[in-house]
């Protein structure tokens, strides 16, 4: 199994985090795979040390794969989560009160985004 974090919407549309595993099977020499996902786009990024964004919903369905540093997401329900690099979060809070995302290492900051049809 696979474990990703989520952000989604409440029915009070406050945002929260929850969890989801992707069931993986054995291919062999080639290792354990998912069955595949349609996506829509993918988006490379990268922002600046003191990266700080207030609330806000998410543009769209995506994943964020963070490939360097570390950030800290608050929901509007007041949780945080730390998440460090290597790690999925899929953020579904299209609408609603939204999240807040912070660098919590003082250093430029990379990640891709895989937007979801």
Same mark, same amino acid.
């Given at each position: 199994?696979?474990? &990703?974090? =989520?952000?989604?919407?409440?029915s !009070?549309?406050?945002?929260?985090?929850?969890e989801?595993s $992707?069931?993986?099977?054995? *291919?062999?020499?080639?290792?354990?795979?998912? !069955?595949e996902? /349609?996506?829509?786009s %993918? &988006?490379? +990024?990268?922002?600046? /040390?003191?990266?700080?964004?207030?609330?806000? @919903? #998410?543009?769209? =369905?995506?994943? &964020? %794969?963070?490939?360097d540093? #570390?950030?800290?997401?608050? @929901?509007?329900?007041?949780e945080?989560?730390q998440? !460090?690099a290597?790690? &999925?979060?899929? $953020?579904?809070? @299209?609408?609603? *009160?939204?999240? +807040?995302?912070?660098? %919590?290492? /003082? /250093?430029? =900051? *990379?990640? $891709?985004?895989? @937007?979801l049809?």
């Amino acid at each position: 199994m696979f474990t &990703i974090t =989520r952000i989604y919407n409440d029915s !009070n549309n406050d945002s929260r985090f929850g969890e989801f595993s $992707v069931p993986l099977s054995d *291919k062999g020499k080639i290792g354990l795979l998912s !069955n595949e996902i /349609a996506v829509k786009s %993918i &988006i490379f +990024r990268e922002v600046m /040390a003191d990266y700080d964004w207030e609330f806000h @919903t #998410a543009p769209q =369905r995506q994943f &964020i %794969i963070l490939l360097d540093g #570390a950030i800290e997401i608050e @929901t509007s329900s007041g949780e945080k989560k730390q998440f !460090n690099a290597g790690e &999925i979060i899929l $953020v579904e809070d @299209t609408e609603g *009160k939204g999240h +807040r995302i912070k660098n %919590i290492i /003082a /250093a430029k =900051r *990379k990640s $891709v985004f895989i @937007t979801l049809p």
